[in-house]
């Protein structure tokens, strides 16, 4: 890899930034891969406000509501930190999340919650296994993006939230767990089918993944092992709320 | 009217807190006015978060979805002094915010904008309305109550976005300047008919508003001449986005 500060990306468009960018952006192909990435949070973010506020409306009191919409106003807060740093790197942030929507409003569409309790598990379980996925990525990326992504996924305490309704919920109406067990695996399958299809379509992206030339990347045992420690956590998040997996 | 401190409300209820209450509280009517008050407020933003959250789904752009979904949550954070200030004033918040869903509910539901561009005006010109309305009235409260209701209505720029995207959105098309103006009436009429109810459903409220043995109020003709400047703000706003009113 031929690597010098000064090749990064088109003069034209670089960023105004006294910080110099990490050596591994004058590969374009990285460079790349890392606003893929970006975007997808970003995007991500945006579509986990707007499900959780519409979760919002379902919920039993107006106290639940107010909690959602909280959750929901925490992950909106997120899209800033994301869409500066794109624009660091010289790109229209906008262009680049929306890029993600058709995936992100598939998975959406495909997991419309029936309930109030199918709305809380989705919320707790699938931001749970979205923020294990970025993560993941993210160990393999420079340790600026990596703290980048590392912060807009710290956890805010209001899995706690999601933890203790729906164990009440179940307590309530122990026949809730079965079905909310069925609907945890469903959104486990359609998450690994939705992420298989982003990173399938964007060569940046699986690049990053499989590795190249100048890229460690993961070899298949390694992306394996990735998705092993994916389902474990899936699985742990489930135990917790007290469901089979 | 015997004011004395000690004599606030059920000393079992009594909220712990150092700093002492006004002088008005004393009257009991004064304090149920002010609890009225406080949950019409903290419905209303929660209230707002969610029409807000359902707008942003109308944008036209990621980025105008965001900008909307950001009010939203300016909204929501507003909830919480508002709460914190019931829970001191030894009531349960989403009690009396909830007593206050069905006004605020009917209000949305016969306003229900029908595209994005109504979405916009009934943001800017109904939120504007009611932070008036609430203005008013806090001017009658002690000062505690009015500084943290004026603090809870402080303009936070959002209504900028408003005005520069409905003054585009009529120059593009002309044609959308007399449905929005005949659409910036009926919030008018609207919110007035939903406002009156809601006050003549509260004796307490009522009572602030019309004076009493106690309390200085508003005669008839201040009544008048406050929706005389409810009126003419509301004229104004409508003239900052190039409507007429």
């Known amino acids: 890899m031929v690597a010098s500060v000064g090749s990064v990306g088109d003069p034209e468009q670089a960023p105004r930034t006294d910080k110099p960018e990490p050596l591994a952006f004058s590969d374009p192909a990285y460079r790349e891969a890392v606003i893929d990435l970006l975007g997808a949070i970003g995007y991500g973010e945006i579509s986990a406000f707007e499900r959780l ?29 994301i869409s500066d740093r794109l624009r660091e790197l010289a790109v ?51 340790a600026q993006t990596r703290d980048l992504v590392l912060a807009t996924l710290q956890d805010t305490g209001h899995a706690e939230f999601a933890v203790e309704r729906i164990r009440t919920g179940i307590a309530d109406d122990p026949r809730l767990a079965g079905r909310l067990a069925l609907w945890g695996r469903r959104l486990m399958g359609e998450a690994l089918v939705q992420a298989q299809q982003v990173v399938a379509e964007r060569d940046a992206l699986s690049g990053l993944l499989a590795g190249g030339v100048d890229l460690p990347g993961l070899d298949l045992a390694a992306i394996g092992r990735m998705f092993t420690r994916l389902t474990e956590r899936h699985a742990d998040r489930m135990s917790a709320v007290g469901l089979e997996h």
């Open 92 to 142: 229209d942030p906008y262009s680049v999340m929306a890029s993600f929507r058709d995936s992100f409003d598939a998975f959406h569409r495909h997991t419309a919650p029936a309930d109030w309790y199918e709305g809380l598990v989705k919320a707790y379980v699938g931001d749970g296994l979205a923020d294990d996925f970025f993560r993941e990525i993210a160990a393999q990326l420079d």
């Open 53 to 81: 506020a519409e979760d919002a409306r379902l919920a039993p009191t107006l106290e639940d509501k107010v909690a959602i919409a909280r959750m929901a106003s925490v992950q909106l807060q997120r899209v800033d930190p």
